[in-house]
């Protein structure tokens, strides 16, 4: 493993840019080749001050901490009295519902600027999020109000996942409690294979899960499990992860959505679910010490390193990872993964795997 300073840098002052030009102090969603930049996504902001704070650990630069203070502060602007955030920024919806998954990927953010801060305004700002999630939750552990098509869904893990954060810092059980019924309610869409029914975007979307979305879905139960030391979780996540991990050995390319086979027609890669696979295999070789989960991580952020040198020739894009690969999809088939766009998340999430990448090699 090699140090990754530069790329690091590079996506890094690339998601800087994103939050300068919305104004705000959120993220701009993306830069699109079609249309520019989007506005502030309030859901992708909420887990980037995640991907801020460890920068600010990294590179002992307070500068990182300030902007994710910024992104904290633009996440208070859009809160509802509920405790649910928005979907949408006023300036694309004046009038914005609160949704349960926006809300869940805020209260990762959130709780560690409290626990980094110690600022009572994140701590009440995510104590309400996490009530607001708690009295809206089906009695089976799953969400449908306030959610994308009024449909639960698989990767509502990372929901219970950021229920969980709240939960280590004030210890109200309500939290873990939820948290754990949802986290067991998803595994009983965990299919022998690891595949995860009832885990696709809603419609007009394509209705196979897409890597990013199976990947939330692992996510969730990761973090969970080894936040709660619960072997079950991990276990659930290592039984997810595999497949695709095989299947990206073997053809050395994962497309960009899998059906219950684990099989695929697709010709374009979610390099947003690329990067989730890449993190977590790494955090799997952490724990496992399973060399195959390092030597797909590896190759994994070499490909997704080699991509993201290809938008030096324009500033706007320059250090951000795009959305599809090639960047223009399946044309022929008119299908993709935000096509033509360079994503905050995509690079939030390539940011994160290479983080852990540096972390694991100071510790080996």
Not at 76 to 96: A, C, D, I, N, Y
Not at 160 to 184: E, M, P, S
Not at 240 to 264: E, N, V
Request: glycine share 6%.
């Amino acid at each position: 493993m090699n140090n990754d300073y530069s790329n690091i840098k590079k996506a890094l002052s690339w998601l800087e840019m994103a939050q300068d030009h919305s104004g705000d102090g959120g993220v701009a969603a993306w830069y699109s080749l079609i249309g520019g930049w989007a506005p502030s996504y309030i859901e992708t902001t909420g887990y980037i001050i995640n991907t801020f704070l460890e920068a600010a650990r990294f590179f002992n630069d307070q500068q990182y901490l300030v902007r994710a203070k910024r992104m904290g502060d633009f996440l208070l602007k859009m809160q509802h009295s509920s405790g649910g955030f928005r979907t949408h920024v006023p300036s694309v919806k004046k009038v914005s519902p609160p949704t349960v998954f926006n809300t869940g990927q805020d209260l990762l953010g959130l709780s560690e600027l409290y626990t980094v801060t110690k600022e009572q305004k994140y701590l009440r700002s995510f104590t309400k999020a996490a009530d607001f999630l708690v009295n809206i939750q089906n009695n089976d552990g799953s969400w449908t109000k306030n959610t994308y098509g009024n449909q639960s869904h698989v990767y509502h893990t990372r929901v219970a996942w950021g229920l969980l954060t709240c939960w280590q810092i004030n210890h109200n059980d309500r939290y873990r409690q939820a948290a754990v019924k949802n986290l067991q309610w998803a595994l009983r869409h965990q299919q022998p294979n690891g595949w995860f029914s009832n885990n696709q975007l809603p419609p007009p979307n394509i209705q196979l899960p897409y890597t990013h979305t199976i990947s939330y879905a692992v996510e969730g139960l990761l973090w969970s499990g080894v936040l709660l030391s619960n072997e079950k979780y991990i276990k659930a996540a290592i039984k997810g992860t595999l497949p695709p991990l095989h299947y990206y050995l073997s053809h050395h390319f994962i497309p960009g959505t899998f059906d219950k086979d684990w099989r695929s027609t697709d010709t374009y890669s979610c390099l947003t679910g690329d990067a989730q696979l890449a993190l977590m295999w790494l955090k799997l070789y952490e724990l496992t010490k399973l060399d195959v989960f390092k030597i797909g991580s590896t190759k994994m952020l070499a490909s997704l390193s080699s991509i993201q040198n290809c938008s030096w020739h324009f500033m706007l894009t320059t250090g951000a990872i795009p959305g599809s690969w090639p960047i223009w999809g399946d044309v022929y088939h008119n299908k993709g993964y935000c096509r033509l766009a360079y994503l905050n998340w995509a690079t939030k999430f390539y940011l994160d795997a290479l983080f852990l990448k540096n972390q694991l090699i100071k510790s080996e």
